[in-house]
């Protein structure tokens, strides 16, 4: 079993930072990515941003230049740095792992809720 634990939400002003923390604990192995889904009220589960084990980032187009993805080494933990905030970045904020290869199943973290208003 894959726990994801994340943190580092909150309120924000547009134009601010904020930066996302999760940490992935358990039985992890193989190849797989992990990243960053979020849901505004009323709208469908997004992709934000994603990296895999080889580091390979990918983004949404709607937070290219200002989101940044990383991990540590062994992707045990993943990160969002969030520049230059705007409204529609409000959102519930979801760590995901993907499988690749080795694990069978997506696993989801339970949310941080980022708001930016001001």
């Known amino acids: 079993q894959v726990q994801l634990v994340e943190s580092g939400g909150g309120l924000e002003q547009p134009g601010g930072s904020l930066r996302l923390s999760c940490a992935a604990s358990?039985?992890?192995?193989?190849?797989?990515?992990m990243g960053w889904y979020r849901q505004a009220p009323g709208k469908q589960r997004e992709l934000v941003a994603t990296?895999?084990?080889?580091?390979?980032?990918k983004y949404a187009d709607s937070v290219k230049g200002r989101f940044t993805i990383s991990g540590d080494n062994a992707l045990n933990s993943v990160y969002l740095q969030m520049n230059n905030l705007k409204l529609e970045d409000t959102a519930v904020y979801y760590c995901?792992?993907?499988?690749?290869?080795?694990?069978?199943?997506?696993?989801w973290g339970q949310g941080t809720q980022v708001t930016v208003s001001s």
């Open positions: 995901n792992l993907h499988p690749i290869l080795g694990l069978r199943n997506d696993y």
């Open positions: 990296i895999n084990n080889n580091g390979i980032t």
């Open positions: 358990g039985r992890i192995f193989g190849i797989y990515s």
